[in-house]
């Protein structure tokens, strides 16, 4: 069955990198754009950028512009989001999610990964 | 960018009708997806395309949109539907997906 799977919580320190992985398996990786959102404690959902894995093309939102990479590895089907410069205001639990055809049109996130917690404390 | 608006919170007995809105400039003319979010749990598509239901999803859950509302209705209610639900659609000016708020279902 389609999935995505990602990996543990993390604790890093103000201005260090984290890396969070989200590995595909049950459909075609390459079809499907990926994209990241994060979750504040008690807060809305916010979108960070998506990657399309046929070609690693990226849109990232605007805020994060700088400070966020994403990439992918076809041959182990996943995908990666790198956050760097990390503030205390980046703790929250980040999901990625296949949302759209990347021949199609956006019709949702209809597929996520379980979350990964990223706390960023001194 | 384009702007979603939730209420907070809307509460219901079981076995009644659940409207939640989701509020923007024309909305009416966008696709509007609509997730159910429980606690520690990962968001779950309901609604896609302002009414289309995914496999697995029950008949109870439908939604509508138009002008500036669209609105997710969950019929006959259950204590399994409390939850967080969030509605959202693609920006077209900034070529990208925003969320609503969010709005916390209750059920008496």
């Known amino acids: 069955q389609e999935q995505l799977v990602q990996s543990g919580a993390e604790v890093k320190k103000p201005g260090a990198s984290v890396k969070v992985s989200c590995k595909a398996s049950?459909?075609?990786?390459?079809?499907?754009?990926i994209h990241w959102v994060r979750q504040a404690p008690g807060q809305g959902f916010e979108w960070m950028g998506r990657i399309a894995p046929h070609n690693g093309g990226t849109n990232y939102a605007q805020k994060f512009q700088g400070r966020v990479t994403m990439t992918r590895d076809t041959s182990i089907i996943t995908a990666y989001m790198e956050l760097s410069r990390l503030r205390s205001d980046d703790t929250a639990v980040y999901y990625c999610?296949?949302?759209?055809?990347?021949?199609?049109?956006?019709?949702?996130?209809?597929?996520w990964g379980p979350g990964t917690t990223v706390t960023v404390s001194s | 960018s384009y702007v979603l608006t939730q209420p907070p919170s809307v509460s219901v007995a079981p076995g009644q009708t659940a409207r939640i809105t989701c509020g923007g400039d024309n909305i009416g003319s966008k696709s509007v997806h609509w997730y159910q979010q429980k606690p520690g749990q990962a968001p779950v598509r309901v609604i896609y395309d302002d009414s289309d239901r995914p496999s697995g999803i029950p008949e109870r859950f439908s939604g509508s949109n138009s002008g500036d509302t669209a609105t997710l209705i969950i019929n006959r209610v259950e204590a399994g539907d409390e939850a967080d639900y969030s509605c959202?659609?693609?920006?077209?000016?900034?070529?990208?997906?925003?969320f609503g708020g969010g709005t916390k279902l209750t059920v008496l």
């Open positions: 959202q659609v693609w920006d077209t000016s900034s070529n990208h997906p925003v």
């Open positions: 049950g459909y075609n990786f390459n079809g499907y754009y």
């Open positions: 999610a296949r949302g759209g055809l990347i021949e199609g049109r956006f019709n949702g996130m209809d597929v």
